[in-house]
């Protein structure tokens, strides 16, 4: 019988607290926060990599866009010998607010080893 007094006071004594969070707003607006850019970067990363089988090896660019987030990751596309010759690509990766993967697509292959050609006068 004490179980259920036990049982009892425990639940009245959480339903303040339910009651509070709703007066403060805390829990009602959680689907409307975006994910926090740290954990945007791990989502990515993780959800590129299963989706391709290939591991992200750095993330180049990061920026919030209206629609979520836009990366632009690196990953090793076929390791070869010398590293340096490695191939190489880039990926552009679109997630939602939340972090979640919308789309991606690579942008750019190259050797491990080769440097962006600088166009004169540009940058």
Do not use: C, I
């Amino acid at each position: 019988m004490s179980n259920t007094n036990s049982t009892s006071q425990s639940q009245s004594s959480q339903k303040p607290q339910k009651s509070q969070q709703a007066q403060n707003g805390a829990g009602d607006h959680a689907d409307d926060r975006r994910a926090a850019p740290v954990e945007v970067l791990r989502q990515a990363r993780s959800q590129l990599a299963e989706l391709t089988g290939l591991v992200p090896e750095t993330v180049t660019s990061f920026e919030q866009t209206e629609d979520g987030w836009s990366l632009e990751v690196e990953v090793v596309e076929l390791v070869r010998v010398p590293d340096t010759m490695s191939l190489m690509a880039s990926y552009q990766v679109d997630l939602d607010p939340e972090g979640q993967l919308t789309g991606y697509r690579r942008v750019r292959r190259y050797e491990r080893g080769r440097a962006d050609v600088r166009r004169p006068g540009g940058h």
